[in-house]
């Protein structure tokens, strides 16, 4: 197969773009060339997709193309510049899409977000649904969870391996029994092409089924070898010490508000499950990503508590 990867410089599209290679698809990546390299033995075409006509270097048909985007203008510019030299379109979107987050266990199809063709990134899910009714219905909209795994620098997850291999107490946030849900980009990326190689078309919520927090820091630990002492801090007193949710300075990463944010990680993915999307175990992905770590040197500095923050917060939980 020929496939394009709108990307495939950065973490999804990069995988994306790795794995189709070693299938033996004939791939392009187009891109600007500003977030990385694309992986090796795949074409690269540098392209400016904020431009009108920034893809005329791209050539010839592809029988899949991939696109990651998330700002609509580039989806449309995409859309009209290859018109009648894509076979088959993947747009891989979010769970931010949906309009409401309060209720665990939702499926497909429930309400989504009011578009919005903004760059703004407080309208990403917004904006992420004007990207998939442009793309339309043939498409196959892969509404993906939390992505985790080697080369993700988010520190959303890469922070919980990185503190739980670092040992002694560790603050966690809420409660063991808290949902949660993720997928590793590997994972992701094969599925992926899998399904769009069948030709699947329309939304699939692409992350693993709900478990609790409790059980991913178990998972983590056990891939790492750890035995970490946990320090469970409720949402009041987080809020009180102006600990932010989810990600970024100061945070705990995913943790959220409830009960506003009950449903956020806890959505029923069992239809993507039955099309093919196979999770491996959470221990495997934090080894690996703690390895990923340690050889490239990254350092978790995105997201999470500093160790003086952290230690401030257990001594006044006492």
């Not at 299938?23 to 075409?45: K, Q």
């Not at 892969?142 to 603050?171: C, K, M, N």
């Amino acid at each position: 197969m020929r496939t394009l990867v709108l990307g495939g410089t950065r973490f999804l599209s990069r995988e994306i773009a790795r794995q189709a290679r070693d299938r033996g698809h004939e791939v392009v990546c187009a891109a600007r060339g500003l977030a990385g390299d694309p992986p090796p033995d795949v074409e690269f075409v540098r392209v400016d997709r904020s431009e009108d006509g920034g893809l005329a270097p791209v050539k010839g048909r592809f029988d899949l193309v991939v696109d990651v985007a998330r700002h609509p203008s580039l989806v449309r510019r995409a859309v009209t510049e290859l018109a009648g030299r894509a076979g088959h379109w993947t747009f891989v979107s979010s769970c931010s899409v949906y309009s409401d987050f309060g209720e665990a266990n939702q499926v497909m199809h429930e309400p989504l977000a009011a578009d919005a063709d903004e760059s703004d990134p407080e309208n990403y899910g917004p904006a992420k649904v004007a990207c998939e009714r442009i793309v339309g219905d043939e498409a196959l909209l892969v509404r993906a969870g939390l992505i985790v795994g080697p080369e993700d620098q988010s520190d959303r997850f890469t922070y919980w391996v990185d503190r739980l291999a670092r040992g002694g107490p560790v603050l966690a946030p809420g409660s063991p029994d808290e949902l949660v849900q993720l997928v590793d980009v590997r994972d992701l990326a094969a599925w992926t092409l899998d399904a769009a190689q069948k030709g699947l078309a329309g939304p699939y919520d692409a992350t693993s089924m709900p478990f609790g927090r409790g059980e991913l820091l178990a998972e983590i630990a056990e891939g790492l070898g750890a035995e970490p002492e946990l320090v469970w801090a409720g949402q009041e007193f987080l809020v009180e010490q102006k600990v932010e949710p989810w990600t970024g300075p100061r945070s705990l990463p995913m943790w959220l508000p409830l009960p506003e944010y009950a449903g956020f990680m806890a959505r029923d993915t069992s239809a993507t499950l039955a099309a093919g999307l196979r999770v491996r175990p959470v221990a495997d992905t934090a080894r690996d990503t703690l390895a990923w770590q340690r050889e490239s040197g990254h350092t978790v500095s995105r997201s999470g508590l500093t160790a003086a923050e952290e230690a401030e917060l257990l001594r006044l939980l006492g």
